[in-house]
């Protein structure tokens, strides 16, 4: 059984830890010379950075909340934020969250948490960019998003779902293909179509959190 076949087969058992495949993914694409595959594995493994291209997979609607001080010792605590007249910056930090961490992480977040969501703080900046234009009279104080936690698992099965169509792609369009020999330059053009269509399907990341810290 060559490689390919074999994370094809433990890709479908659910005991199979999806580090060590992506471990053996890395390896594949090292053996096939097929820098995508071995780049998307290794990010997947160690983490993506703020200038990479995030996959849209990892990229997670987010609702806002915060606490609110008004006239007359007025207190509002965990009042939704509306976003649409919120800076764009802050805006888009609001509403999107780019998930960065490796896979391992995003296993132990999934172990380590049992509320059913998280919660992330706004920075400094943010609040204070948007503090009095959210609710007329109301100053904003603190200000949160809620990632539920079921996107981790989310991510889990979506990088193990994309991995395996990618291998069947290969497997059905390159039945032939060499293993220890790498891709010919025809069949790296295969291989770029089944990548494209199993695997890619990014946006580039803006990092909305920098973009908040750098004003």
Same mark, same amino acid.
């Given at each position: 059984?060559?490689?390919?076949?074999?994370?094809?087969?433990?890709?479908?058992?659910?005991?199979?830890?999806?580090?060590?495949?992506?471990?053996?993914?890395?390896?594949?694409?090292?053996?096939?010379?097929?820098?995508?595959?071995?780049?998307?594995?290794?990010?997947?493994?160690?983490?993506?950075?703020?200038?990479?291209?995030?996959?849209?997979?990892?990229?997670?609607?987010?609702?806002?909340?915060?606490?609110?001080?008004?006239?007359?010792?007025?207190?509002?605590?965990?009042?939704?934020?509306?976003?649409?007249?919120?800076?764009?910056?802050?805006?888009?930090?609001?509403?999107? $969250?780019? @998930?960065?961490?490796?896979? /391992?992480?995003?296993?132990?977040?999934?172990?380590?948490?049992? %509320?059913?969501?998280? +919660? =992330?703080?706004?920075?400094?900046?943010?609040?204070?960019?948007?503090? $009095?234009? @959210?609710?007329?009279?109301? /100053?904003?104080?603190?200000?949160?998003?809620?990632?539920?936690? %079921?996107?981790?698992? +989310? =991510?889990?099965?979506?990088?193990?779902?994309?991995?395996?169509?990618?291998?069947?792609?290969?497997?059905?369009?390159?039945?032939?293909?060499?293993?220890?020999?790498?891709?010919?330059?025809?069949?790296?053009?295969?291989?770029?179509?089944?990548?494209?269509?199993?695997?890619?399907?990014?946006?580039?990341?803006?990092?909305?959190?920098?973009?908040?810290?750098?004003?």
């Amino acid at each position: 059984m060559n490689l390919l076949h074999e994370i094809e087969q433990e890709l479908q058992q659910s005991n199979i830890h999806l580090t060590d495949l992506l471990r053996k993914a890395l390896q594949l694409g090292t053996n096939l010379k097929y820098m995508k595959l071995k780049e998307w594995a290794l990010k997947e493994l160690q983490g993506y950075k703020a200038d990479d291209e995030i996959p849209e997979y990892r990229i997670v609607n987010t609702d806002s909340f915060g606490d609110f001080s008004g006239p007359m010792g007025f207190v509002g605590n965990k009042l939704p934020i509306p976003t649409f007249n919120l800076p764009e910056t802050v805006k888009e930090f609001a509403e999107y $969250t780019p @998930i960065f961490e490796g896979i /391992s992480s995003l296993l132990y977040l999934i172990e380590r948490n049992s %509320s059913g969501q998280m +919660q =992330i703080q706004w920075p400094a900046n943010a609040i204070a960019a948007c503090r $009095t234009k @959210i609710y007329p009279r109301m /100053s904003l104080v603190t200000a949160y998003k809620l990632l539920p936690a %079921s996107v981790f698992p +989310q =991510i889990i099965d979506e990088v193990k779902t994309r991995l395996l169509s990618f291998l069947l792609e290969i497997e059905e369009r390159l039945p032939n293909v060499n293993i220890s020999e790498g891709l010919t330059t025809t069949e790296t053009k295969t291989a770029d179509s089944a990548y494209r269509s199993c695997i890619s399907g990014s946006i580039p990341s803006r990092n909305p959190s920098s973009e908040i810290e750098k004003q």
